[in-house]
């Protein structure tokens, strides 16, 4: 109860604060390229129900048809504003919609689309009992995920065997020690990590 009225009061304040942020960015985006000022995807969450995740567009329309990953903070997908909204993770700050209507938490495991959690194991979709998050011990150790995805022959191969498990045993470590206080110190690791880049 105590994590969610957070999530909903953070969220709201957070969303009331960033509205001229916002503003801004969507401008920005309007006139950098061509296509929408949001981009949402399906993705997985609680108890395996479905939901719509939202973020600012940082690719060029229909990108999400080649390939559901990104491989390096330069894939030939990404539009020049979505490069740095990207670095500073900032295009996942609508997300904190997500959090507010109760699709997601600030602090859980990232939710993950259909296809790959098709791939989980029965031990691995336990991280599917919790409210998926904006930020979790995954997105720490994982921060510049898409480099190291570049410098991989297969992308797609290695995020499958070597870089989701990793990512999913961190989670399940969360699901099964997450308490309030360590979700205050994902939150300020998060920050500190963003602010360090």
Not at 16 to 44: K, T
Not at 85 to 100: A, S
């Amino acid at each position: 109860m105590i994590k969610r009225v957070f999530d909903i009061c953070f969220s709201l304040v957070m969303l009331f604060i960033l509205a001229p942020l916002f503003l801004f960015i969507s401008a920005l985006i309007v006139f950098d390229s061509r296509g929408g000022i949001f981009f949402n995807q399906i993705r997985v969450g609680r108890n395996q129900k479905e939901f719509k995740l939202w973020k600012f567009r940082t690719m060029r329309p229909m990108s999400e048809a080649t390939s559901k990953i990104t491989i390096g903070a330069r894939d030939a997908r990404i539009t020049n504003i979505g490069y740095h909204l990207r670095k500073y993770k900032v295009d996942e700050l609508p997300q904190l919609w997500n959090v507010l209507i109760g699709d997601m938490s600030l602090v859980g495991p990232r939710p993950e689309v259909p296809f790959y959690v098709a791939l989980y194991t029965d031990e691995q979709k336990k991280v599917l009992s919790v409210r998926p998050g904006l930020t979790d011990y995954a997105s720490l150790k994982y921060f510049n995920e898409s480099e190291l995805l570049a410098q991989a022959s297969d992308p797609q191969k290695v995020y499958i065997e070597e870089v989701m498990p990793a990512k999913l045993s961190l989670n399940l470590h969360y699901v099964m020690k997450n308490s309030f206080v360590s979700d205050l110190q994902i939150i300020w690791k998060t920050v500190q990590r963003i602010f360090s880049t």
